[in-house]
């Protein structure tokens, strides 16, 4: 009898973990419905840069939102219309239900020397910290006083859950 239920027992255990388990899902910058080109301009908000129109991700999400210990891969490729020291990206919900700004990882990773025309690409890769309320964003910004446009480009992956 014992031993039957320490089997069930470490089975339930065994399932417990698998399902706790975090999943990755991927960003392609290319597959934004926001359009091709970000506009970063000056933040009315804050003293930084940011974009105008953030690159989103929603619709690839909507029935299965990231959780807190997911992965969020955020694959890059584009040019810039000029030299950008660095651009920094985040991943939120800027929602207006999630009042403007939520966090969905604590991270912001930047790209250094970007020179205008030049391709960009890469993967960051993301913890995330806060179930997104309404929507899943990459926000890009800079603290530098340029105004410029963010040309996106397909990075060769699949939007949505790995």
Do not use: C
């Not at 339930?12 to 991927?26: D, E, I, L, N």
């Not at 970063?40 to 105008?52: A, E, F, L, T």
Request: hydrophobic fraction near 45%; charged fraction near 20%; aromatic fraction near 10%.
């Amino acid at each position: 009898m014992k031993k039957i239920f320490l089997a069930v027992l470490l089975t339930a255990f065994a399932a417990v973990a698998v399902s706790a388990q975090s999943k990755t899902y991927v960003i392609d910058l290319g597959d934004s419905t926001s359009g091709k080109t970000i506009s970063i301009v000056k933040n009315p908000y804050g003293p930084n840069y940011q974009n105008s129109n953030p690159a989103t991700f929603t619709k690839y999400f909507a029935g299965d939102m990231p959780s807190p210990g997911d992965i969020i891969e955020v694959h890059y490729k584009f040019t810039s219309n000029v030299d950008l020291p660095a651009l920094t990206m985040a991943v939120i919900d800027n929602s207006e239900s999630a009042k403007w700004w939520l966090a969905i990882s604590d991270q912001y990773e930047s790209i250094e020397n970007i020179k205008a025309g030049e391709v960009v690409e890469g993967v960051i890769v993301y913890k995330v910290v806060a179930k997104p309320v309404a929507a899943v964003t990459v926000q890009m910004m800079y603290d530098d006083k340029i105004v410029s446009k963010i040309t996106l480009q397909k990075a060769g992956v699949k939007t949505g859950r790995k």
